[in-house]
């Protein structure tokens, strides 16, 4: 019968003190991707709600008064892709949860329970994928939304009283624009973090 073999001290310790420090990087930026992507995108949101609020409101007022302009013509397409980079900023959110599971798994004393190391980077590569969809989705809001004050501005004639209230900028046409922005670089920061970590993790 063979003797049980163990690890060295050394190497032990060695392998003990590369999975804290894989746990702690994992969890810190699990942290602060949770905190972005919610928070960030909680703002996104708060200002999407106003426009869409302010928009059904003027449609409201509108169908009673035609010279009351309900919606801004060609905005809409911008609110629909900044609902769909705030989705992807959440999902992006849930990658992040599940970072901070795996360093919870990380810690464990039975090594059994340890994630493997392609299960973190497959997440890690997720979350860039996400990143970059969510941006270019944010990219084509904000572009939208950019268009239609520019064309907007450009139609607005210069020192005369300006009776067309569809050419008229208003501050719930900005706030749609405003929320792309702020989805553009929420994405941004959590695909800079999940591409770092992804490279230090490389090197381990």
Known sequence: ?????????????????????????????????????IGLGVAAGVLLLFSIAGRNFNIAIGSQEPNV????????????????AIAVLLYTAFLAFRQLLFARRLRHANHDRHPKKSDIKQVLRLGIIAGFIGMALAILGGGSALGVLL????????????YDPTRIIRPLDVFVAMANMI??????????????????LSRQ
């Open 1 to 37: 019968m063979q003797p049980h073999t163990e690890l060295p001290t050394t190497d032990n310790d060695s392998l003990i003190h590369k999975l804290g420090q894989i746990g702690r990087i994992l969890r810190l930026i699990g942290w602060l991707g949770i905190v972005t992507q």
């Open 69 to 84: 302009a309900s919606t801004t013509p060609g905005l809409g397409i911008a609110v629909f892709w900044a609902v769909a």
């Open 183 to 200: 989805a553009i670089t929420a994405h941004f920061l959590g695909t800079i973090a999940s591409v770092a970590t992804v490279n230090w």
């Open 151 to 162: 064309s907007k501005s450009i139609s607005q004639p210069q020192g005369v009283a300006i």
